[in-house]
C-alpha cells in the first residue's frame, strides 16, 4: 500500500472514529476493527492473512515470520494502525481505541501483541499504567500479575519512594481487571490511611474500577480536605469515562485555580472531545453565579476547551460583553482564535483591531489564529531546504541581546537558549544576524533557522508574529504571551492553556518546524508537547532524573517521607513532574543524556528508562557541547 493512500486511509479511519465517538459509541466501533485483527491468528490461522491482500491494505492482519521452530505469525498492521492512532487529536478517544486493542491482546493472551501495543500505549498517550501491565506478559514466569492486595503491599514495602511511584502502575492496572466491593472497599481504607505514597496510589487505582461506586467515591475525593488528595482526584478523573455528579465539582476547582484546578481543566477537556453538551451547560451555569474576575476568567478560557456551537456563541457573548472585566473578554477573544466564528464575529474582531487597547491585541492574535487555520502547513524537511528548529522555556524574557537577564528566572537557561541558537545558525546556511553568508552546503542536512520562544505581552506577541513570517533565516525569537504577570516556574501550571494556543500559534506561524526541544517538566514543556504531538512535529528531549533524583535525595535524607509525600507534592507536584518525564522519554523521537557517573544506572533505577533497549534513540552528549 503506498504511503501516502495508506496516510489517508488511516486519517478517514481516524475522523471515522471521533465523529462516531461524539455519539458514545467509539468504544464498540474501536473493540469491532482491532477484534478483527487481533483475533484472527486465534480464529483462522495465518493463512487468512494472505488470503485476501486487499482486505490486508484496510488495514487487516498480515503474516510475518516467527522463530525457527514455530510456525509463520499473523499480526495486525501495526504500521496502518499507527498511523490511525496517530491521527487522533483527542486523548480521551485514543486511550478507548488503545484500550480495545489492550482489551482483545488481553483475552487471546498473545507476548508479542501485548509488547507491541504496550509500545503504542506509551507513544500515543502516555499510558505508562497501560504500558507497564502489557509489558509484563512477556516476561516469562511472570504469569497472571499479582492481585491488588499483592500490589498494595509492595508499594508499603518498596525500599524507595522513588520505586513506589513505578509500582502504583500495577496497582492500577489490576484495579481495572478486577475490581469487586472487597477491592473497592480495601483502596477506600487505603486512601484513608496514613501513607499518602500509597493513597494516592489507589486513587489512580480506583479510578481503573469500572463500577457505581467507584464514581461515587471518586467524586467525593473532590471535596476532599487533604489538598493532595483533591489534585489527584481530579487527574485521575482524566482515565475514566465522563460522569455528570463530578462535572460540577470539576468546574469547582477550575474556578478556585492553582495546581488542581489545571488538573480539573485537562479532565474538563478531555471528556468535551465526548459529552461537550454536559460541560458546557456546566460552565454556563458557573459563570452565572461566579462574580470575582480570577475565577470568571478561568471559566471563560476553559469554555474555549469545548468545541460546540453553544460554547463558541457564550465565548462570542462574553467578547462582546462590555460590562465584563477586561481580562475576562480577552480569555474569550483569544479563546475563538481555535474555533470556526461567524462572519458577524469576524467582523466584529476587525473593527476593534483597529484600536489601541489589550483586546484589541488579543483580536489581532485571534485573526491570527483563524488565518493559520485555513492555511495548510508545509511538511517537516522540505528538500533543498535547511531544518528550522524550535525551543523554548517561558520562565523568561529573552532577545538576542539577553537584556533582562539577572531579571527573575532570566539566568543561565535564557543565556544557554541564545548561545545555543546562535551556534546552531553560524556556518551552516545565512546569518543576517552577523551579516555573513555561510559555505555552501547540502542545505537540507543544516540548520538554517532557529526560533526561540519565551514569554511576553500581548504586543509583543503581535510584533514577534510579524518578525517570524518575514524572517528566514538565522536565530529568531518568539514571544507567547501567557495572559497573566510572571510566575515562578513551581506555581505555573495554571498558565497552561494560554501557554500552549500560543506555542501552537508560533510554530504555525513558522510554516515549517522540523524538531522541536525541549528540556524540563514544567508547564512550558508540558504545553509544547502537545502541541508537537498535534502538529506531528519531531520532539527531542533532554532527559535528566528530575524530580525522581530530587525524591530519592529527600527519602534517603528523611525529609520526604510516606506520610508527608503528598503535603509536599501539593508545592512541588513530584508524582506529576515525574510521569511527565516518563512520557516525553519514552515518546520522543530522540532523547539527548548529560554524562553521569552511572547514567543507564540511574535512568533505569530512577526514571524507569532502559537505554539499552533502543540505543540508536539516545545521545549522549558533554555539557560543553550543549
Not at 482483545?104 to 500505549?121: G, H, Q
Not at 526560533?451 to 529568531?476: F, M, N, P, Q, Y
Not at 512535529?537 to 535525595?553: E, G
Request: aromatic share 4%.
Amino acid at each position: 500500500m503506498a504511503e501516502g493512500s495508506r496516510g489517508r486511509t488511516a486519517s478517514r479511519h481516524a475522523s471515522q472514529l471521533q465523529s462516531t465517538g461524539k455519539d458514545g459509541s467509539v468504544l464498540t466501533l474501536a473493540t469491532d476493527y482491532l477484534d478483527r485483527h487481533i483475533t484472527e491468528l486465534h480464529t483462522q490461522g495465518p493463512q487468512a492473512c494472505e488470503a485476501n491482500p486487499e482486505a490486508r491494505n484496510r488495514g487487516a492482519p498480515r503474516a510475518f515470520p516467527s522463530s525457527s521452530n514455530q510456525p509463520q505469525r499473523c499480526f495486525p498492521d501495526w504500521e496502518f494502525i499507527d498511523a490511525m492512532i496517530q491521527n487522533l487529536t483527542s486523548g480521551a478517544i485514543t486511550k478507548v481505541v488503545i484500550g480495545a486493542a489492550a482489551s482483545s491482546a488481553s483475552r487471546v493472551r498473545d507476548t508479542e501483541v501485548a509488547t507491541r501495543i504496550a509500545s503504542l500505549a506509551r507513544y500515543c498517550v502516555g499510558w505508562e499504567s497501560q504500558a507497564t501491565s502489557l509489558a509484563k506478559w512477556a516476561i516469562p514466569g511472570r504469569g497472571v500479575c499479582m492481585r491488588i492486595q499483592s500490589c498494595l503491599y509492595a508499594i508499603k514495602k518498596a525500599d524507595r519512594l522513588v520505586d513506589a511511584l513505578r509500582l502504583a502502575d500495577e496497582l492500577a492496572v489490576e484495579a481495572g481487571r478486577d475490581g469487586g466491593v472487597r477491592n473497592l472497599r480495601l483502596l477506600r481504607s487505603t486512601i484513608s490511611g496514613a501513607d499518602q505514597v500509597t493513597a494516592i496510589a489507589a486513587i489512580h487505582a480506583l479510578a481503573q474500577v469500572s463500577d457505581e461506586e467507584a464514581d461515587q467515591h471518586l467524586a467525593d475525593l473532590l471535596s476532599s480536605g487533604q489538598g493532595f488528595i483533591r489534585e489527584h482526584a481530579a487527574w485521575a478523573h482524566g482515565s475514566r469515562t465522563p460522569r455528570s455528579k463530578s462535572v460540577g465539582r470539576l468546574i469547582g476547582l477550575v474556578q478556585t485555580g492553582g495546581f488542581a484546578g489545571m488538573l480539573a481543566q485537562r479532565t474538563l477537556e478531555d471528556w468535551a472531545a465526548t459529552v461537550p453538551e454536559m460541560i458546557t451547560v456546566g460552565l454556563e451555569g458557573a459563570l452565572l453565579g461566579v462574580t470575582d474576575e480570577a475565577g470568571r476568567y478561568r471559566l471563560a478560557e476553559t469554555l474555549g476547551l469545548v468545541g460546540h456551537e453553544t460554547a463558541i456563541l457564550l465565548l462570542e457573548r462574553i467578547a462582546r460583553d462590555s460590562h465584563e472585566a477586561e481580562a475576562i473578554r480577552v480569555a474569550a477573544v483569544i479563546a475563538l482564535g481555535q474555533h470556526p466564528c461567524s462572519e458577524d464575529t469576524k467582523t466584529y474582531l476587525e473593527t476593534i483591531a483597529e484600536e489601541n487597547c489589550l483586546l484589541a491585541q488579543a483580536a489581532r492574535l485571534t485573526l491570527a489564529d483563524l488565518a493559520a487555520g485555513a492555511t495548510p502547513r508545509p511538511a517537516p524537511g522540505t528538500p533543498g531546504q535547511g531544518l528550522t528548529i524550535a525551543q523554548l522555556f517561558l520562565h523568561a524574557d529573552i532577545d538576542a541581546h539577553l537584556s533582562h537577564a539577572g531579571s527573575g528566572d532570566t539566568g543561565g537557561i535564557a543565556t544557554l537558549l541564545v548561545r545555543l541558537g546562535d551556534a546552531l545558525v553560524h556556518g551552516h546556511g545565512d546569518n543576517p544576524a552577523a551579516g555573513t553568508a555561510g559555505p555552501k552546503t547540502d542545505r537540507s542536512s543544516t540548520v538554517n533557522r532557529v526560533v526561540t520562544l519565551s514569554r511576553g505581552g500581548l504586543d509583543e506577541a503581535v510584533r514577534s508574529l510579524d518578525t517570524l513570517r518575514k524572517t528566514a533565516t538565522g536565530h529568531v525569537y518568539g514571544r507567547v504571551p501567557l495572559l497573566q504577570g510572571p510566575l515562578p516556574s513551581a506555581t505555573a501550571w495554571p498558565l497552561r492553556v494560554a501557554a500552549r494556543r500560543g506555542i501552537h500559534r508560533i510554530l504555525t506561524s513558522m510554516g515549517r518546524v522540523d524538531v522541536l526541544h525541549l528540556r524540563m517538566a514544567d508547564v512550558g514543556s508540558l504545553a509544547a508537547f502537545d502541541v508537537a504531538r498535534k502538529l506531528e512535529i519531531p520532539v527531542v528531549f533532554t532527559v535528566a532524573p528530575d524530580p525522581h533524583a530530587v525524591i530519592n535525595s529527600m527519602d534517603l535524607s528523611g525529609q520526604l517521607t510516606r506520610e508527608n509525600f503528598g503535603t509536599i507534592d501539593e508545592v512541588e507536584h513530584f508524582w506529576f513532574r515525574a510521569r511527565l518525564v516518563q512520557r516525553m522519554a519514552a515518546t520522543a523521537a530522540h532523547t539527548v543524556f548529560f554524562p553521569r557517573p552511572e547514567l543507564a544506572r540511574d535512568m533505569k533505577e530512577l526514571v524507569g528508562l532502559d537505554m539499552a533497549l533502543e540505543p540508536e534513540r539516545h545521545t549522549i552528549v558533554p555539557r560543553a557541547s550543549i
